[in-house]
């Protein structure tokens, strides 16, 4: 058990809708990264926050968007939602410093039909 | 975009035989990290080398880096039917308006280990 919390796990939602993914981070870590796992594209790196600040962001779509809370947890935010969005989302965290790994949760798998 | 590449893309193996991937990337790096990943679930973090390293083993594995070819190598010493997953390499390249753990993955290799 790596301590990161995902829900839900599955999400089936329809073209058009808007979704929300949520993350609790490992207890201690300040930093939460969000990444999409598809076959196509395989794993990429969405966008990182830290200690409620964005820190670093990726190839996210602009229909897309998160954010740290106070407590830490996070919340990704998938909206006006298209077929090639269907994907797993895995949350991570760290303690945010350098050389340290990343604990992943077990993902949210969303399919949209 | 992915920067790593792995090989081979799947490997098929007995218990007790040892299983060797490679990884390979284009830019300059500060670590190097494997992890593995049973089927749908979460990845687990295997092992972290940095970029002044060449070689670190932990338990079974040993990985070596080798920062002149831009390549890695993942060893699994006496395979077990319970190392069956899919094993990727990601790297860990901050600097300038980038940020620690903005991990660029591999396409990883899918290893099968027979009983």
């Known amino acids: 058990d790596s301590g990161v919390t995902q829900t839900p796990k599955h999400l089936i939602t329809a073209t058009g809708q808007r979704v929300t993914l949520r993350c609790s981070p490992r207890s201690g870590d300040l930093s939460v990264y969000w990444y999409q796992q598809s076959l196509d594209q395989g794993l990429q790196f969405l966008i990182q926050?830290?200690?409620?600040?964005?820190?670093a962001k990726g190839n996210i779509l602009e229909r897309f968007s998160a954010q740290q809370f106070p407590d830490l947890h996070s919340e990704l935010n998938l909206s006006s939602l298209e077929l090639g969005d269907s994907a797993l989302y895995f949350c991570?965290?760290?303690?945010?410093?350098?050389?340290?790994?990343?604990?992943f949760g077990n993902g949210t798998r969303l399919t949209v039909t | 975009s992915q920067q790593g590449e792995e090989d081979p893309q799947a490997l098929s193996i007995q218990e007790g035989e040892n299983a060797t991937m490679n990884c390979s990337y284009k830019?300059?790096?500060?670590?190097l990290q494997w992890y593995r990943q049973n089927s749908g679930r979460g990845l687990v973090h295997l092992i972290l080398i940095r970029s002044n390293e060449r070689e670190k083993h932990s338990g079974r594995l040993r990985v070596t880096l080798d920062t002149s070819k831009k390549s890695s190598s993942l060893l699994i010493t006496a395979s077990r039917a319970a190392d069956t997953a899919s094993y990727f390499c990601?790297?860990?390249?901050w600097g300038r308006g980038t940020s620690y753990g903005k991990l660029t993955f591999g396409q990883g290799t899918i290893l099968t280990v027979h009983p």
């Open positions: 991570a965290s760290s303690v945010g410093t350098a050389n340290s790994p990343l604990h």
């Open positions: 830019t300059s790096i500060n670590n």
């Open positions: 990601a790297t860990d390249a």
């Open positions: 926050y830290y200690n409620g600040e964005e820190r």
